[in-house]
């Protein structure tokens, strides 16, 4: 009862683990089946362009027209009031970098369209798409109740903003719920700095020079002081968290509030439970006195903590309030090559490299491994060098994937001057490592055939060569195949081999043959992993999912051949 009791434990365990890889890898891989767009007015002229009248007609031409430019201007008259360096980089980092180069396709494709008003979807840029799924946090309504007062300040630009009720006491509380994580990891960063303490203290206390041990005292005050400022600036947020009322100054290390009124957007730089100061982002379209038709919200996030900044998150929202943002289906994960930015970067280039890489190792490693195993299986002698060939095989089938990647790289590479980074060297690589499961299941196939089958054809005059190739052949394929492509699966997913002849290059073209460079799945995995864009975490895990699903056909493949065909003797 006992052993009954720990096999299912383990199950259960072993079927947890799973679950919880699985629910890991396809909630974060959620996020690559959408793609954003931003539906903006443009109009398509020559002199937008920078070309001639008559070159309007010459797709070829058009194709080399100022469509960067172009697609900056629509920008700019869409939010006029984005002005400054910093500002209008902000605004076109809304779109990808490669909208410019999709809207000159299209155009180029359609030159009717040139001197005419349309409305055109560009593509969104990773950090437009991660704000609207929620991967910065989220802007949080506020509810009001009082009227809204705002106070033109001056010459400035900026409006000293009152309630008629304590509507902004709780975007004060917002603030100060930052106040206290602020403060948390402030203590986290001192108590850092209290360990380099104790460190250096010990350091000193065991040094054997007066030299060392003054610099090691030296270095533990350093750290003392740093903890000591440290636990005062935390000390200082927490009293300013837990105090009643308060008059805060927002800056980047605090959650944003927001207002929106009168069809432009404000940003609060001073907030107190009634009020307080705050900055045009996009200027008011009529004046406001006192009215009820405004919104508040505050930011999950301060703007340091998110790469979307405060003005990205208003000229978002507002596109999105006048229903110019739309997200689709991303079919251009699954039909793109890669790409440095994630919003345009696809698989089909690695599963095209995947599959010319398992075309080659099929087509070496099938018939050698085969052949191998009838060989030994059915002809060869028994003898000491046979047992030697035996042992080495199924010493080979437990070398690790490396070791061959090596040896492609020292030999096919540099010896055969096979093409780096083509599917034909990744596939010699992989056919080597895949020969010795081949050649392991296809000889345990044809043992298990009965020794009467082969009796039975020499009995009725076919030789030894005609008795295997005519009857026990046929009669192990089913058990062959299954290892077969158990082997493939394995060849499938591995990197590392592949990573020492060169496939981790960046490819961005679709491969054409077996000595185009490419890349193959679990190569392009690795590449994404190590990429600093967080968009890229979503579009790794797609790749894991869609690499699985191949491994589970395969592997559902070889159960359905060893079901369906496979005989008891």
Known sequence: MRLKAYGILAIFLAG???????????????GALTETYLTMPVTISADALGLEVEEVTDPRKIRRGDFSGLTKDVLKEMFPSASGRTMRRQLYDLTSAGAAYELADYVSANPGLVGQDINYRFLASDVTDLYLKSDFGK????????????????????????????????????????????????????NLQDNGVVEFQRRAEAAEDDATRTRNLELAEQRAAQRDTLIAQADDLDARAIAEGGDEELTDMNRTVLISTAGGWLKMTRITPTGGYAEPIIPLE??????????????????????????????????????????VLNTRFFTAGDSREPELAGIWGAAVGS???????????????????????????????????????????????????????SVFLGVFGVPRSAPLAGGIVLALMTLPTIIIASRAA????????????????????????????????????????????????????????????????????????????????????????????????????????????????????????????
């Not at 006195?289 to 930011?299: G, Q, R």
């Not at 028994?382 to 080979?396: A, H, M, R």
């Not at 089938?397 to 990647?405: H, L």
Request: charged content about 20%; glycine content about 6%.
């Open 139 to 190: 802007l949080v309504s506020k509810e009001i109740e009082g009227n809204l007062t705002l106070t033109a300040d001056g010459d400035e630009d900026g409006y000293i903003v009152s309630s008629t009720a304590g509507d902004f006491l709780a975007a004060l509380d917002r603030v100060k719920e930052g106040l206290v994580v602020e403060a948390d990891a402030l203590r986290r960063k001192a």
């Open 16 to 30: 947890a683990a799973l679950v919880a890889l699985l629910f890991s890898v396809v909630t974060k891989a959620a």
């Open 446 to 569: 044809i043992r298990a055939v009965p020794p009467s089958i082969r009796d039975a054809a020499v009995g009725l005059g076919a030789s030894p060569l005609q008795a295997t190739f005519h009857h026990v052949l046929p009669l192990a394929m089913p058990g062959i195949l299954t290892g077969t492509i158990i082997g493939m699966a394995q060849a499938l997913g591995e990197t590392a081999p592949l990573i020492m002849i060169g496939m981790v290059a960046f490819i961005v073209d679709i491969p054409s043959g077996i000595t185009d460079s490419a890349s193959v799945l679990p190569v392009q995995v690795f590449r994404w992993s190590d990429f600093p864009e967080r968009a890229f975490e979503a579009r790794t895990a797609a790749a894991i999912c869609v690499l699985l699903g191949f491994l589970v056909v395969m592997n559902a493949i070889a159960v359905f051949l060893r079901k369906r065909f496979e005989r008891r003797w």
């Open 355 to 409: 599959f010319w890489t398992m075309i080659v190792t099929f087509a070496l490693a099938f018939p050698i491994g085969v052949l191998a195993a009838i060989y030994l299986e059915e002809f060869a002698p028994k003898n000491k060098i046979t047992d030697f060939i035996e042992v080495n095989i199924n010493n080979l089938a437990a070398v690790p994937s490396i070791v061959f990647g090596l040896l492609g790289l």
């Open 286 to 327: 009529r004046e406001v006195t006192a009215t009820n038709s405004w919104k508040l919200f505050t930011t999950d996030l301060p703007q340091n903590a998110r790469k979307v900044t405060d003005n990205q998150i208003v000229w978002i929202e507002t596109l999105k309030a006048q229903g110019q943002i739309d997200t």
